[in-house]
């Protein structure tokens, strides 16, 4: 399965519905493996690619360190003009 599969449930004609469990999961891997930075890039880097993004699941963001990331990458894709639907 590729990474993107995980991170992204689905594209829509409009944009793409973000799992934050999904995302969540991930982040705990790449917590152990030393990568968390590079987790991140890579959805920043996903997320240059579309106008819109749908969070599934946001009470998987209760964890301080781990919504702070998300909203670090959020907040870089709203400044580029991106739209982001709780």
């Given at each position: 399965m590729r990474r993107r599969d995980l991170l992204l449930l689905r594209a829509e004609p409009r944009g793409?519905?973000?799992?934050?469990e999904a995302l969540f999961m991930r982040f705990l891997?790449?917590?152990?493996a030393g990568t968390v930075d590079r987790l991140f890039e890579?959805?920043?880097?996903?997320?240059?690619?579309?106008?819109r993004v749908t969070l599934a699941d946001p009470s998987w963001l209760s964890r301080a360190?781990?919504?702070?990331?998300?909203?670090?990458?959020?907040?870089?894709f709203r400044a580029?003009?991106?739209?982001?639907?709780?």
């Open positions: 793409i519905v973000l799992s934050c891997d790449a917590e152990n890579h959805l920043a880097r996903d997320l240059s690619q579309v106008g360190d781990f919504r702070a990331r998300v909203d670090a990458v959020l907040d870089a580029r003009g991106g739209r982001v639907d709780p």
